[in-house]
Antibody, heavy 116, light 106 residues
Framework: EVKLVESGGGLVQPGRSLKLSCAAS????????MGWVRQAPGKGLEWIGE????????NYTPSLKDKFTISRDNAQNTLYLQMSKLGSEDTAIYYC?????????WGQGVMVTVSS | DTVLTQSPALAVSPGERVTISCRAS??????MHWYQQKPGQQPKLLIY???NLESGVPARFSGSGSGTDFTLTIDPVEADDTATYFC?????????FGGGTKLELK
């Protein structure tokens, strides 16, 4: 069974940084592109970016590129999202995703709240 | 970025046929996918590549279209289909999502 489990969310002050993790299991992690999508409360979905199998290609939605860094550790079957200079507009549920052009598996999501 | 436009909401009765539309601001070929999201849950893939049914998804769901106009059809609609439906395109960079269509059952 494919499982994606995010962690690392919570309350963070404006201007600070936060790193999310996504533990993958049930499939060969290093065979797949992985990505992150977020959803602000009551809003739609926003694609953050994706990373290929060996981390040689990382794509970001341009408007978010300066704020987020995606990385992965294939030995640990873990995907990461480093977030910096957070603002209230970054308050959202962050989903880890297995990417195949479409997203065939989603994590349950982790909430990040940016507030003083 | 490619903008995907969806109607905000629809209300239908169980047993009826419903079509949910998604219009792209530029051609996405058949790089269109559909997801269902129920409150408090992560999205779930229904259709990929415009018309391919994801494994395990009931055959009541179907997708069609190419270029800029796409449709998700549910026939017949069941009470459990109450959810928000999102389209997503992968043809143009960056990938983008539609704003979602909230489906309510009468």
């Amino acid at each position: 069974e494919v499982k994606l489990v995010e962690s690392g969310g919570g309350l963070v002050q404006p201007g600070r940084s936060l790193k999310l993790s996504c533990a993958a299991s049930g499939f060969s992690f290093n065979d797949y592109w992985m990505g992150w999508v977020r959803q602000a409360p009551g809003k739609g979905l926003e694609w953050i970016g994706e990373i290929n199998q060996d981390s040689s290609t990382i794509n970001y939605t341009p408007s978010l590129k300066d704020k987020f860094t995606i990385s992965r550790d294939n030995a640990q079957n873990t995907l990461y999202l480093q977030m910096s200079k957070l603002g209230s507009e970054d308050t959202a549920i962050y989903y880890c995703a297995r990417v195949r052009a479409h997203i065939d598996y989603w994590g349950q999501g982790v909430m990040v709240t940016v507030s003083s | 970025d490619t903008v995907l436009t969806q109607s905000p909401a629809l209300a239908v009765s169980p047993g009826e046929r419903v079509t949910i539309s998604c219009r792209a601001s530029e051609s996405v070929s058949t790089g269109m996918h559909w997801y269902q999201q129920k409150p408090g849950q992560q999205p779930k893939l229904l259709i990929y590549g415009a018309s391919n049914l994801e494994s395990g998804v009931p055959a009541r769901f179907s997708g069609s279209g190419s270029g800029t106009d796409f449709t998700l059809t549910i026939d017949p609609v069941e009470a459990d289909d109450t959810a928000t439906y999102f389209c997503q395109q992968s043809w143009n960079d960056p990938p983008t999502f539609g704003g979602g269509t909230k489906l309510e059952l009468k």
